[in-house]
């Protein structure tokens, strides 16, 4: 991605900090995303950068400062008003709906977007089943996007741990996000999954136009694949810019990557 382009923001936090009890977790942090961004957030345990994740979607509120999402201010709205509005977010630890199928999870996500109301889905009508296999396409669809479709009918209890990664994606891109969150994607995975994890997430970008906010721990993953990284260090950025801008940073060398951590 070349120059940022301060009109295509699609993602701003603003001089946002939070307080638990007596303590400042974040400390009026600020940055943009640009739309069509793969955009990192980095640091050691304790930064804040769950803290931050939290705040964007919804879940915490902040002491000071405001999110804007499309322009329009999202901090202090229930993380399912935020997500209708076309904000997805993926867990650290997975949160996929227990004793369901990988398509029914997908299917769950999609929900939203049915045309339909609860008594209308009671009776027979032509028009639900269509919608309803609509919906069924477009969740296998998403599934064979990440090379997953051949789990569709399996409970998600008993698939790998990356391909139950891989449907918790898929969930949240059947609800037609503009933005989606990633916390700590490639945890847990191989070197191998790890490899297939960049490609995706390039291709969640380049294919369905959706930018993406990462929260990651895998600094070779961070720095191969996003366009800007945001480092914090005690609730506050340390560092902002490319990868080999915030590479070279000594300040972010000392504290947080080393010589060969990059």
Same mark, same amino acid.
């Given at each position: 991605?070349?120059?940022?382009?301060?009109?295509?923001?699609?993602?701003?936090?603003?001089?946002?900090?939070?307080?638990?009890?007596?303590?400042?977790?974040?400390?009026?942090?600020?940055?943009?995303?640009?739309?069509?961004?793969?955009?990192?957030?980095?640091?050691?345990?304790?930064? /804040?950068?769950?803290? %931050?994740? !939290? =705040?964007?979607? &919804?879940? @915490? +509120?902040?002491?000071?400062?405001?999110?804007?999402?499309?322009?329009?201010?999202?901090?202090?709205?229930?993380?399912?008003?935020?997500?209708?509005?076309?904000?997805?977010?993926?867990?650290?630890?997975?949160?996929?709906?227990? /004793?369901?199928?990988? %398509?029914? !999870? =997908?299917?769950? &996500?999609? @929900? +939203?977007?049915?045309?339909?109301?609860?008594?209308?889905?009671?009776?027979?009508?032509?028009?639900?089943?269509?919608?309803?296999?609509?919906?069924?396409?477009?969740?296998?669809?998403?599934?064979?996007?990440?090379?997953?479709? /051949?789990?569709?009918?399996?409970?998600?209890?008993?698939?790998?741990?990356?391909?139950?990664?891989?449907?918790?994606?898929?969930?949240?891109?059947?609800?037609?996000?503009?933005?989606?969150?990633?916390?700590?994607?490639?945890?847990?995975?191989?070197?191998?999954?790890?490899?297939?994890?960049?490609?995706?997430?390039?291709?969640?970008?380049?294919?369905?136009?959706?930018?993406?906010?990462?929260?990651?721990?895998?600094?070779?993953?961070?720095?191969?694949?996003?366009?800007?990284?945001?480092?914090?260090?005690?609730?506050?950025?340390?560092?902002?810019?490319?990868?080999?801008?915030?590479?070279?940073?000594?300040?972010?060398?000392?504290?947080?990557?080393?010589?060969?951590?990059?």
């Amino acid at each position: 991605m070349g120059a940022r382009d301060t009109d295509r923001t699609i993602l701003s936090v603003d001089n946002v900090s939070v307080d638990f009890g007596g303590l400042r977790a974040l400390n009026r942090c600020s940055f943009e995303v640009s739309k069509g961004e793969i955009y990192s957030i980095i640091g050691p345990n304790g930064a /804040g950068k769950s803290t %931050l994740f !939290n =705040v964007v979607s &919804g879940i @915490h +509120r902040p002491a000071e400062g405001r999110v804007l999402f499309r322009g329009r201010r999202v901090d202090g709205l229930r993380p399912s008003r935020i997500s209708r509005m076309g904000m997805a977010r993926s867990f650290q630890n997975l949160e996929l709906f227990s /004793g369901m199928t990988a %398509l029914e !999870n =997908v299917l769950a &996500g999609g @929900h +939203r977007h049915l045309g339909y109301g609860f008594f209308r889905g009671l009776v027979f009508d032509p028009g639900v089943r269509r919608e309803e296999r609509r919906a069924r396409e477009e969740a296998r669809g998403l599934l064979a996007f990440l090379g997953v479709e /051949g789990y569709a009918n399996s409970p998600v209890d008993d698939l790998p741990y990356g391909v139950q990664k891989k449907v918790e994606i898929a969930r949240a891109l059947a609800t037609g996000p503009g933005v989606l969150l990633l916390d700590e994607p490639a945890a847990g995975l191989n070197d191998r999954e790890t490899g297939e994890l960049m490609d995706t997430i390039h291709r969640i970008r380049d294919e369905r136009g959706v930018t993406l906010l990462l929260v990651e721990h895998n600094m070779r993953f961070v720095m191969g694949l996003s366009d800007r990284v945001c480092v914090l260090s005690f609730g506050r950025i340390l560092a902002e810019g490319g990868p080999e801008r915030v590479r070279a940073d000594p300040a972010v060398v000392e504290a947080y990557l080393g010589e060969t951590a990059c």
